[in-house]
């Protein structure tokens, strides 16, 4: 694994904008970099990054059998009990999930690290997917990387096929906030993914949406929502006065309800509490367990519920610590052993596999000058060569 310093394309912010990609600058910096690329061996993506992310869904799903039946479990996730039957319905019911990323440490030598899962919400998708193909095919021609380099990346493929087996019957609503051009775009590239599949689909605003008289979901329209993709996360919803109506509104909903406690940074605890010891995590306890008190060489305290990096503390060893601050943190919070990230020319890098169905399909890697992730945090694309 390698960062490569590479010249851009001339002509890149134009066709991203031709293309709907309107946030490849944010606060005034670029988000989409492509003075550079990192390069894997096909060996490093098969062994070090593709294997163990199915390993690590299939331990997910473990911990998901055990959730719904544990009442200890659904409390330290700070779950509200309203919802713990649609949860465990959701998953009985076999609910098809859509997709998800692993954020993962790996600096091409040792096993990749698992840090957290995004598991409802995930953005950087098109990016990943139809941007960062488009640039390859680019550079390629242009002759800006080696002839013969390839790329980890079907998800557009993978997002299509997906739809294709979701067997919708009418049409497919999907929503994200209003005034999130990121999550906008997010949600319309999926969009897109699911009419190729051949899906009628109506985009709507999460505020949008309404409930009639029967407690059924509906759109701008009044037409009822039966199946409603939304890029709104389901602690958010099981909060809100509407997300009352939800376990009897008649929705299927993608992600589904089973998810929100994969999305849970609890997931990190519960995951080394079932498979200690495993190569691909990193030791992690609820806060308060008397066990994180003997870790060493640093760790992190994180939020059950948080988004690009908000209130998360680092704690290094001879060093101050790191806070990044943010609204999160009521619920409670992990702490996980401290693995750096690597550091490639002063970048702190983290990979982010997708999988689409639960089968690993490709890798989107950001970068910043922190050791923290954030939502400024630039996206770099990838090659593997050799």
Same mark, same amino acid.
């Given at each position: ?41 096909? %060996?490093?993506?098969?062994? &070090? ?19 719904? &039946? ?7 996730? %700070?779950?509200?009990? &309203? ?26 030598? *040792? ?7 995004? %598991? ?73 993914? %699911?009419?190729?599949? *051949? ?15 029967? *407690?059924?979901?509906? &759109? ?56 200690? *010891? ?109």
């Amino acid at each position: 694994m390698q960062r490569i310093k590479i010249s851009e394309r001339d002509d890149w912010k134009s066709q991203a904008e031709a293309l709907g990609f309107n946030f490849h600058t944010m606060y005034g910096e670029p988000y989409w970099d492509e003075t550079a690329c990192y390069q894997f061996t096909l %060996a490093q993506i098969e062994n &070090d990054i593709e294997d163990p992310s199915a390993e690590i869904e299939a331990m997910c799903f473990d911990v998901v059998t055990r959730a719904i &039946d544990d009442e200890e479990v659904l409390s330290k996730l %700070a779950i509200p009990e &309203d919802f713990w039957t649609c949860i465990r319905d959701s998953w009985l019911n076999r609910e098809k999930n859509l997709y998800g990323r692993l954020d993962l440490s790996y600096d091409g030598k *040792g096993p990749a690290k698992l840090l957290e899962y995004n %598991a409802d919400t995930p953005t950087a998708l098109y990016e990943s997917s139809a941007f960062q193909w488009l640039w390859l095919e680019q550079a390629l021609e242009r002759e800006l990387i080696p002839s013969g380099c390839d790329q980890f990346n079907s998800i557009h493929e993978q997002m299509i096929d997906a739809f294709k087996r979701f067997e919708i019957d009418g049409r497919l609503h999907l929503a994200s906030c209003e005034g999130s051009e990121e999550d906008e775009g997010t949600v319309r590239y999926i969009e897109e993914c %699911a009419q190729q599949a *051949g899906l009628e689909t109506s985009f709507l605003h999460m505020e949008e949406i309404g409930i009639d008289a029967n *407690g059924h979901f509906t &759109d701008r329209d009044d037409m009822t929502i039966q199946t409603l993709f939304k890029l709104y996360p389901w602690e958010w919803m099981m909060l809100d006065e509407f997300g009352k109506a939800v376990p009897k509104s008649g929705v299927t909903f993608i992600e589904p309800a089973w998810r929100a406690i994969l999305s849970n940074k609890g997931l990190l605890p519960l995951l080394w509490e079932m498979f200690e *010891g495993h190569p691909n995590l990193l030791p992690a306890w609820f806060a308060g367990d008397p066990r994180a008190a003997d870790l060493e060489g640093g760790y992190v305290r994180k939020p059950l519920l948080s988004r690009e990096g908000a209130n998360v503390e680092m704690v290094r060893p001879g060093e101050e610590p790191l806070a990044i601050e943010g609204p999160y943190g009521a619920e409670g919070f992990v702490i996980q052993a401290l693995h750096p990230l690597p550091v490639f020319d002063g970048n702190h890098t983290v990979i982010g596999s997708w999988l689409v169905a639960s089968q690993p399909c490709g890798i989107g890697i950001r970068e910043d000058n922190s050791p923290v992730t954030k939502d400024s945090s630039r996206f770099v694309p990838h090659v593997i060569y050799g």
